[in-house]
């Protein structure tokens, strides 16, 4: 069974910075593009940052310059800084492995003023 496995939330001071992790695990024979998503709440998730298997990456336009996503082997990282308060919200981690849509549990980001 495929699982995706997120760490590294917590709660940061703005201008902080913070890493997040996202392991797959079990049988995997290919990993398509992987990302980072994040919902505040009483909004709609939305998609934060991709990587494709081949390194291309993308970002949303409220992170540019400020995150970094990035990946080894079966696991993505989003290195996330100049933290804002609006930054604040639960990150889930999605990959499509063996053809298939995974999601992690989430994480839980949030950014005092």
């Known amino acids: 069974q495929v699982q995706l496995v997120e760490s590294g939330g917590g709660l940061v001071q703005a201008g902080g910075s913070l890493r997040l992790s996202c392991a797959a695990s079990?049988?995997?024979?290919?990993?398509?593009?992987m990302k980072w998503y994040r919902q505040a709440s009483g909004k709609q998730r939305e998609l934060v940052a991709a990587?494709?298997?081949?390194?291309r990456t993308n970002y949303a336009d409220s992170v540019k310059g400020r995150f970094t996503i990035s990946n080894a082997q079966k696991t993505v990282f989003l290195q996330m800084n100049s933290l804002k308060p609006e930054d604040t919200a639960v990150y889930y981690c999605?990959?499509?492995?063996?053809?298939?849509?995974?999601w992690g549990q989430g994480t839980q980001v949030t950014v005092s003023s």
């Open positions: 079990g049988i995997i024979f290919s990993i398509n593009a």
């Open positions: 990587i494709t298997s081949g390194g």
């Open positions: 999605n990959a499509e492995i063996n053809g298939n849509d995974y």
